[in-house]
Nanobody
Framework: QVQLVESGGGLVQAGGSLLLSCTPSGSDISINHMAWHRQAPGKQRELVAGLTSDGTTDYGDSVKGRFTISRLIAKNTVYLQMNSLKSEDTAVYYC?????????????????WGQGTQVTVSS
């Protein structure tokens, strides 16, 4: 299975910025879709931003204009630049990557999730 390594969460004051990153393990990977989701206490997990292999992006209504999803193709890394953070952005943020990879002896499709990184915005 393809593992995802997330980084970049932390504590920030309202109005501040954070950059999250997510990198899948392995070198022989073809990525179809990358996304960030989040889950706040007592709430359902929701889509924050998505990015397809052709560059199409999709954002949750609450983050449009403030968050930007991007990808560094050379490293298969997806980023989430979060600006103008609000207290309601406080949540655990999860990276999700779908695609294909060579592991366990053959080419396989995968749908992997990161371990989650805490983002806390103080007001």
């Amino acid at each position: 299975q393809v593992q995802l390594v997330e980084s970049g969460g932390g504590l920030v004051q309202a109005g501040g910025s954070l950059l999250l990153s997510c990198t899948p393990s392995g070198s022989d990977i073809s990525i179809n879709h990358m996304a960030w989701h989040r889950q706040a206490p007592g709430k359902q997990r929701e889509l924050v931003a998505g990015l397809t292999s052709d560059g199409t992006t999709d954002y949750g209504d609450s983050v449009k204009g403030r968050f930007t999803i991007s990808r560094l193709i050379a490293k298969n890394t997806v980023y989430l630049q979060m600006n103008s953070l609000k207290s309601e952005d406080t949540a655990v943020y999860y990276c999700n990557v779908r695609g294909g990879a060579w592991y366990s002896g053959r080419w396989r499709q995968f749908d992997s999730w990161g371990q989650g990184t805490q983002v806390t915005v103080s007001s």
